[in-house]
């Protein structure tokens, strides 16, 4: 009789302890649905960072061959830290102008997309 109190009295606190680990499980969060982007919508102007980027990558992966991604962009994140304001500010007037483009071609498309009757950002416009 002994024996099964001590297996009831070590169920019971196995079954309390289970039920206690349950309840500090984490949710499962509900799985956003991801809207699908337009292959006609314009693309977002690229930073002055990375026009730099893409403007030295080839060099040095040329110089370093053997180099990894991660290397590569540590040295061009150094060279960008130690470009001088001026040559900077060439890569920010790109950008500038990349960006008044898009802001072109992106009203242009939302036009569009309204003349058509589409429903532009999901709120009905």
């Known amino acids: 009789m002994y024996v099964t109190e001590c297996l009831r009295l070590d169920l019971s606190i196995n079954s309390e302890k289970r039920a206690a680990a349950e309840m500090m499980k984490p949710k499962p969060k509900p799985q956003k649905k991801k ?66 483009e898009y802001l072109k071609a992106l009203a242009a498309y939302r036009a569009s997309l309204v003349s058509k009757g589409a429903d532009v950002g999901g709120w009905g416009l």
Request: proline share 6%; aromatic share 10%.
């Open 35 to 100: 809207k699908k982007k337009d292959p006609n919508e314009p693309q977002k102007p690229v930073s002055a960072y990375a026009l730099f980027f893409r403007d030295t990558q080839a060099a040095i992966k040329g110089q370093n061959p053997n180099a990894t991604f991660g290397d590569v962009s540590k040295i061009v994140a150094s060279m960008w830290d130690s470009l001088g304001e001026e040559q900077k500010q060439g890569y920010k007037r790109k950008t500038e102008a990349a960006k008044k």
